[in-house]
């Protein structure tokens, strides 16, 4: 991975370095129940919450296991979500999609615009082949948004984490480079 923090730019969002002055907004929708509902975390109920998913951010960058955008609209500084790669697997050319938005962003299609993005430099500039994605199975509105960039559900894996007191079953999905050339002709 490169030392440079990458800066993504679609049509409509430019995909940035979280900094600790973002916080506010981070906290702003980290704290929503519905935006949280399958994050595998509790809402936010503190600045110094977000302040420490920010410190997270920051640690898988400096160790080079993962990289998190925070997506902010053109024009425009202040992050409404964030997107990006966790437990990169370098050896392997894998990693993990997550990602999460703003409520008052939604259906519109924000986060697929994003996501294109990510994957596009995932494949092309990290050189993953694979990258997947792990759902909870009532979260169809993600699953949704995955299927319509070409992502495969390979399966369920059973009480797969342990989140927020609940053993949480998940679907794995994947998507393969060449998948996602091929759609992209």
Known sequence: MRDTFPILKTERLVLRKIEESDAHSIMEYLSDEEVVQYYGLEPFETIQDALSEIAWYQKIWNEKTGVR???????ENQVIGSCGFLNIAAQHFRAE???ELHRHYWGQG???EAIEAILRFGFEQLKFQRIQALIEPPNIPSQKLLEKQGFTQEGLLRNYEYTSGNFDDLYM?????????YMKK
């Open 69 to 75: 955008w925070g997506i902010t609209r053109r024009g």
């Open 97 to 99: 999609i997550g990602y």
């Open 110 to 112: 924000i986060a697929t």
């Open 173 to 181: 999905y994947s998507l393969l480079k060449k998948e996602f050339i």
